[in-house]
């Protein structure tokens, strides 16, 4: 299956795999890459000399290209942008802000740019910043979201730009795929249905979660922080949201009892006190299978989908 995106990342699949904060390590991004996919490491806030470590680890597990997810409004992302330079990083995936300032540096280092996107104004404002393509997210997606639905979002996007589009949220099988192409995207991101990868390194109660989850399973908390978030149901989220909607939780406590949450679900599986992100499609997922087969199962459908 060959678009412009990949010949514009040398892969062998039109795929992506989401930048997921504390999920997203080497062991998962260069398996999506050697199945021939574009893996992605998460940069978060992470520490550089840790963040360093896992691209060139990723480089020892891999000789297929992969990328670095940066997320702009970590306190760290200056350092970040010029580590990926040093590095030599062959694609930048950015989300939650304008990366506009970063794009120039990136693109004299031969780095591709992809900016994750919630609406079709930044979508041409990352065209006119030099944007090599860019995802255009669907609020179905996990962790971070905007409003707009990918179905609604991927082919405004595809008619306001010239770039290629990435389109995701809500993507998890062949159909997705064919459906995102028919919409006019040329490639896909994919993240909840890598959580449920072997090489995946979250908790086992995090994959169980995933595994296990119906449709109805998701909930979006902290909109009234300005930061939405889609988690799966759990009593802390459901009690975020019933916080968040009653009033009896501030944006101030909210942000204060969800600080570190993430990583206490990934790394702890602490059902009281953990955020499991994770995107509204999780209820077609129901298999831990190793990446290269959820990759090979997925562009095999789509495949014939589009054929047909």
């Not at 693109?107 to 104004?121: E, L, M, T």
Request: charge should be negative.
């Amino acid at each position: 299956m060959k678009t412009r995106i990949t010949e514009l990342l040398g892969c062998e699949y039109p795929l992506i795999q989401g930048g997921m904060a504390w999920v997203a390590e080497y062991k998962l991004a260069s398996a999506v890459s050697n199945a021939g996919g574009i893996g992605i490491i998460a940069g978060g806030s992470a520490p550089i000399d840790y963040l360093r470590d896992q691209i060139r680890a990723c480089k020892e597990a891999t000789d297929k290209p992969f990328g670095v997810n940066i997320m702009l409004m970590s306190p760290n992302t200056e350092d970040l942008a010029q580590l990926v330079i040093d590095e030599k990083v062959a694609v930048v995936t950015t989300g939650a802000g304008n990366p506009g300032k970063y794009i120039s540096a990136w693109k004299d280092a031969g780095i591709k740019v992809i900016p994750v996107i919630p609406s079709v104004a930044l979508a041409r404002r990352m065209e006119k910043a030099g944007a090599d393509a860019v995802v255009a997210e669907g609020t179905e997606s996990g962790g971070h979201i905007g409003e707009i639905t990918t179905m609604c979002l991927v082919p405004q996007v595809v008619d306001a730009v010239s770039i290629p589009v990435i389109a995701a949220g809500g993507i998890a099988d062949g159909r997705g795929v064919a459906a995102s192409f028919m919409l006019g995207a040329e490639g896909v991101q994919i993240g909840t249905r890598f959580l449920a990868s072997e090489e995946c390194q979250i908790h086992p109660t995090y994959k169980e979660l995933v595994v296990k989850a119906k449709d109805t399973d998701s909930v979006v908390t902290g909109r009234y922080t300005g930061h939405p978030c889609r988690n799966v149901k759990t009593k802390f989220s459901k009690m975020l949201a019933n916080g968040e909607k009653s009033g009896s939780l501030s944006p101030e406590e909210f942000e204060e009892i969800t600080l570190g949450s993430l990583r206490k679900a990934v790394q702890d599986g602490n059902l009281d006190e953990g955020s499991f992100l994770c995107g509204a499609i999780a209820g077609m997922v129901d298999e831990v299978k190793p990446c290269k087969d959820i990759i090979e199962e997925i562009m095999s459908q789509a495949d014939k989908l589009l054929c047909r």
